[in-house]
């Protein structure tokens, strides 16, 4: 399934919105050191690990549309 040309649009806009790169980045950075953390146990940590890979999933599926749509753009 692929984005309208306005979703992709707006995705651009919000994904590269320096603000929302930070937030990213820090959810990323929290996530990864809850699921290392030896304070928390298995079951804990692999949920994080779970949340942080499905992050990572989805950003790159963003980054996909929107690099798309820049392309588009180009031609």
């Not at 990323?28 to 890979?53: H, I, M, Y």
Request: net charge negative; glycine share 4%; charged share 30%.
């Amino acid at each position: 399934m692929s984005v309208s040309e306005r979703a992709s649009v707006i995705l651009g806009r919000v994904f590269n919105d320096p603000a929302t790169i930070e937030a990213v980045d820090e959810l990323k950075a929290d996530l990864t050191k809850k699921a290392t953390a030896s304070s928390g146990d298995a079951a804990s940590r692999q949920r994080n690990l779970d949340v942080l890979w499905g992050l990572e999933a989805l950003m790159v599926k963003i980054r996909a549309n929107i690099k798309i749509e820049q392309e588009e753009q180009a031609e």
